[in-house]
């Protein structure tokens, strides 16, 4: 009812902030009204990627639609309304409970879903009778006329231009959540994604352990493979992704060798840096995730690592002061420092879509 069109958009806003990253928006059909009297419908289907279980994705959806005006009756059937969500389809998984069949038990037969099923997913098939979505639109005995639209939705995700940074790197201290924030932006936004390899590093477990006896030959290590991978990830280009995003930085080696270091293995470690550094490609934009001491703490104790559990807040500190010194000389234009302190990005889309508006800002 009233701005179809504008109802659709609204709806689409709303799941891309609450519910998740939107792939795909087939195109918008207008379709007779179903099982009663009334005026037409405009309808779309969206390709939606949520960490959402199927319960709560069904409760969100109907938050959704009660903010944007439906009321809901015991004894409803159908009617006209402002907005209606439905969930066709999650992953393979078939269940019927009383709230929620999946998938949905009327997909079959309803042309204005698979049509519009169609455009976003061909090859997307029924988990129960294993028939594709073409087939189905073959076959199913619904008659209606459907009319597209001119008119597309569009899809909110443009409005962070993440691809247009071809290389875009994420650090942070110890436990700040540089890989995760790293891992959610390169699966949103089609990105290469370039993950430190310090589980490989034989070295990590027996610094901790001595410091003084192991940080030379850790850095060292740190320093060979991280320009190693450096190098030929970011140089290769990969027709399939559209930018590279990196949990690390480079210049991470001095920064951390700065405070692990004697004076004289700093300054020979210093020079070898620089000597690889210049072949390196640097990050069209810097984003420095900040979290308080304490918080880090937290987080290096909650993913038990048992190598971490005795990492001195004097070190973290230590750390932090490097990589502020660091971000002191880069251009303002080119680094984001972002204090994640009160954030929860990885359970909170709405704290991971403000650190995306403080990126792109």
Same mark, same amino acid.
């Given at each position: 009812?009233g701005?179809? /069109?504008?109802?659709?958009?609204?709806?689409?806003?709303?799941?891309?902030?609450?519910?998740g990253p939107?792939?795909k928006?087939s195109?918008v059909?207008?379709?007779p009204?179903?099982? /009663?009297?009334?005026?037409?419908?405009?309808?779309c289907?969206l390709?939606?990627?949520?960490?959402?279980?199927?319960?709560?994705?069904?409760?969100?959806?109907?938050?959704i639609?009660?903010?944007?005006?439906r009321?809901?009756?015991?004894?409803?059937g159908?009617?006209?309304?402002p907005?209606?969500?439905?969930?066709i389809?999650y992953e393979?998984e078939?269940?019927?409970?009383?709230?929620?069949?999946l998938?949905?038990?009327?997909?079959q037969?309803?042309r204005?879903?698979?049509q519009p099923?169609?455009?976003?997913?061909?090859?997307?098939?029924h988990p129960?009778n294993?028939?594709?979505?073409?087939?189905?639109l073959?076959?199913?005995?619904?008659?209606?006329?459907?009319s597209?639209?001119?008119?597309?939705l569009?899809?909110p995700k443009?409005d962070?231009?993440?691809p247009?940074l071809?290389?875009?790197?994420?650090?942070?201290?110890?436990?700040?959540g540089?890989?995760?924030?790293?891992?959610m932006i390169a699966e949103?936004f089609?990105?290469?994604?370039?993950?430190?390899r310090?589980?490989?590093?034989a070295?990590l477990?027996? /610094?901790?352990?001595?410091q003084?006896?192991?940080?030379?030959?850790?850095?060292?290590s740190?320093?060979?493979?991280?320009?190693q991978?450096?190098?030929?990830?970011?140089?290769?280009?990969?027709?399939?992704?559209d930018?590279?995003?990196a949990?690390y930085d480079a210049y991470?080696?001095?920064?951390?060798?700065?405070?692990t270091?004697?004076?004289?293995?700093y300054?020979?470690y210093?020079?070898? /840096?620089?000597?690889m550094?210049k072949?390196?490609p640097?990050?069209?934009?810097?984003?420095?995730?900040?979290q308080?001491?304490e918080?880090?703490l937290?987080?290096?104790?909650?993913?038990?690592r048992?190598?971490?559990?005795?990492?001195?807040?004097?070190?973290l500190?230590?750390?932090?002061?490097g990589y502020?010194?660091?971000i002191?000389g880069?251009?303002?234009e080119?680094?984001?420092v972002?204090?994640?302190?009160?954030?929860?990005?990885?359970k909170n889309?709405?704290?991971y879509?403000?650190i995306?508006?403080?990126i792109?800002s």
């Amino acid at each position: 009812m009233g701005n179809r /069109f504008e109802h659709l958009q609204a709806a689409v806003n709303a799941i891309f902030e609450e519910i998740g990253p939107i792939i795909k928006i087939s195109s918008v059909y207008e379709t007779p009204a179903i099982g /009663f009297e009334g005026g037409d419908f405009l309808n779309c289907v969206l390709w939606v990627r949520t960490s959402l279980s199927p319960k709560r994705l069904m409760a969100t959806v109907l938050d959704i639609e009660k903010e944007m005006g439906r009321e809901r009756k015991a004894e409803e059937g159908y009617a006209s309304r402002p907005i209606d969500i439905d969930i066709i389809s999650y992953e393979e998984e078939v269940k019927d409970t009383k709230s929620l069949t999946l998938p949905h038990p009327h997909l079959q037969d309803r042309r204005f879903v698979l049509q519009p099923l169609a455009d976003v997913n061909p090859q997307w098939e029924h988990p129960v009778n294993g028939m594709n979505v073409i087939k189905l639109l073959a076959s199913t005995k619904d008659e209606s006329v459907l009319s597209k639209q001119s008119k597309w939705l569009r899809n909110p995700k443009k409005d962070f231009p993440i691809p247009q940074l071809n290389y875009l790197a994420i650090e942070g201290n110890i436990g700040a959540g540089k890989t995760s924030l790293a891992t959610m932006i390169a699966e949103d936004f089609n990105a290469k994604l370039i993950l430190e390899r310090y589980k490989d590093n034989a070295f990590l477990p027996k /610094f901790y352990k001595d410091q003084s006896r192991y940080a030379f030959p850790l850095e060292m290590s740190f320093l060979a493979d991280r320009y190693q991978q450096l190098l030929e990830d970011i140089k290769q280009f990969d027709l399939f992704k559209d930018s590279v995003v990196a949990d690390y930085d480079a210049y991470k080696s001095l920064i951390f060798a700065k405070v692990t270091l004697a004076e004289e293995e700093y300054a020979l470690y210093k020079k070898l /840096f620089n000597l690889m550094h210049k072949e390196l490609p640097n990050p069209d934009l810097y984003v420095y995730l900040y979290q308080n001491t304490e918080r880090l703490l937290e987080n290096i104790k909650k993913r038990g690592r048992s190598y971490e559990k005795d990492i001195p807040a004097k070190y973290l500190q230590e750390l932090n002061e490097g990589y502020f010194e660091f971000i002191k000389g880069l251009p303002p234009e080119k680094v984001r420092v972002i204090d994640i302190s009160e954030m929860d990005f990885v359970k909170n889309r709405k704290d991971y879509l403000s650190i995306l508006r403080q990126i792109v800002s």
